[in-house]
């Protein structure tokens, strides 16, 4: 089975803190995505990634930037978090094509006070 | 730009009668098609999809759903619900070369 696995469950921090969530797939999938997900909005995508280095803007990509230095590993960063960035943080891999299924980890709870 | 469409922020059945979860969707070319469910405190579970062919899809759990190009739709339907069927589900829409969207999510509750 695929493991798709995010470094906090639950993380609270300050207006202004650079915040780093973590994201590890053992699939050696191509492709991952960062999503951030808030009541009757769905799932929004805020960046992607499709190999080791790239990286292309999402929907919202706004206030925040990515990083992926090895393939297993996709990082999301507030570069100055703010309150409005309080929101559930998905992470996903797909395997390389569109037609692929995405595998999510559990997700990041983010509290910006 | 594509984009997805579930007309209904909650659906209520009981359990044993037949459930369906509503999707529309709106894309240049031909789509590919997902549902995706959610169960409390948890990530986002794959359960069917549909690239090419047989318009039914059989996917998890005991879920199918049938794709209708005219429609524009992509349903969501179980013959008979289970109370673990509760959750929230997602419907998605790729395209070749192009992102994934998902629609805002259905809340499934199915009462004993």
């Known amino acids: 089975d695929v493991k798709v696995t995010q470094s906090s469950r639950y993380l609270v921090k300050r207006t202004g803190e650079k915040v780093f969530l973590e994201c590890v797939q053992d699939?050696?999938?191509?492709?991952m995505f960062w999503y951030r997900q808030d009541p009757g909005l769905g799932l929004r995508l805020i960046y992607f990634?499709?190999?080791?280095?790239?990286?292309e803007k999402g929907d919202i990509p706004e206030g925040y930037s990515v990083s992926r230095e090895k393939k297993e590993r996709f990082s999301l960063i507030l570069e100055s978090a703010s309150t409005n960035q309080t929101s559930m943080y998905l992470c996903?891999?797909?395997?390389?094509?569109?037609?692929?299924?995405?595998?999510f980890g559990p997700g990041t709870r983010l509290t910006v006070l | 730009a594509q984009s997805v469409a579930q007309p209904e922020d909650q659906v209520n059945v009981a359990e044993g009668n037949p459930l369906t979860v509503k999707c529309t969707y709106s894309v240049s070319g031909n789509p590919y098609l997902f549902w995706y469910v959610q169960y409390p405190n948890r990530g986002l579970q794959f359960l069917l999809k549909?690239?090419?062919?047989?318009?039914l899809v059989k996917g998890s759990y005991g879920f199918e759903a049938e794709f209708n190009k005219s429609q524009t739709s992509f349903h969501l339907k179980k013959p008979s619900a289970l109370v673990s069927d509760s959750a929230l589900y997602f419907c998605?829409?790729?395209?070749?070369?192009?992102?994934?969207?998902f629609g805002d999510g259905t809340t499934l509750t199915v009462k004993p």
């Open positions: 998605a829409v790729s395209v070749p070369a192009g992102k994934s969207t």
């Open positions: 699939m050696d999938h191509e492709n």
């Open positions: 549909y690239i090419t062919g047989d318009n």
């Open positions: 990634s499709y190999d080791v280095k790239m990286k």
């Open positions: 996903a891999s797909r395997r390389r094509g569109w037609a692929d299924t995405q595998y």
